[in-house]
């Protein structure tokens, strides 16, 4: 894919799927505006520049909305346009209903959910006005298929579905693409806390017979703000290895 002179926002890139996101869109061209929050995203940052690319960190809770209209200032200031937004920073904080925290569904629906809508809102400004831009927001097979001990992680996910589809329509008139990905289970540390037993449990579910790669996610992301994918909108693409069809 061809990304060269486009500036990429990605959240939540200090390490997992967002890290690979935000290396495979140098690698396509891109220069990256990357966030971190509570851990730091300076291997990703050194990564992207050893190939070439410009980047810059910006420190962002997405659940905070001045953070993400700060996040976006910082990007114009720097490079002067955003053309893709890639609102993947999130959090699991699984419990079944009866012992869920209130603050455990709070934190979870404030950063996975409100978070995108910050981001989103944020972002937009700016790609209506240079009447293009892409958008692909990171929800999860759970907002689908729905899982036991994570009502908050899927509400939030099934919540984006419905977001990135009605954004979707109130863009695209604006030339701006709004998709999701809906990612299977992935080896990042979000998962790497699942015993043996389960990783093993859930991979006699995946007809693929294995967890997905970060860089997994990360090429169909690479495809969905590349030209190649601009009759594109609305769309939830699930890379799950099969786990659901
Ligand atoms: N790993 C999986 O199996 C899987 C499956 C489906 C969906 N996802 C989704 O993919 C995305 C990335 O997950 P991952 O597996 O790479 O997890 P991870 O824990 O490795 O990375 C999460 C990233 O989000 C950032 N983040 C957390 N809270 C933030 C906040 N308030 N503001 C800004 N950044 C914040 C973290 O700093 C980190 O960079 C998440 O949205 C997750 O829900 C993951």
Redesign the pocket.
Known sequence: MNLHGKVAVV??????????IAMALAEDGADLVI?????S?ADTAKKIESIGKNVIIVK?????YE?AGRMMESCIERFGRIDILV??????RDSIIMRMKKDDWDSVL???LT?IFNCTKAASKYMVKQKGGKIVN?????GVMGNAGQSN?AA??AGIIGFTKSVARELASRNINVNAI??????????EVLSDDAKSELTKLIPMER??R?ED?ADCVCFLVSERANYITGQVIHVNGGMYM
């Not at 966030?35 to 851990?39: A, D, F, G, H, Q």
């Open positions: 959240t939540g890139a200090s390490k997992g799927i967002g890290s690979a966030t971190e929050n509570v851990s995203a962002t809770d997405v659940s905070r953070d609102n993947n920073a999130g959090i699991n404030n950063i996975n978070g990171i929800t999860s097979i759970v992680y939030s996910k809906a990612p299977g289970y992935i080896i990042t540390d979000m998962t967890f997905g970060p996610i």
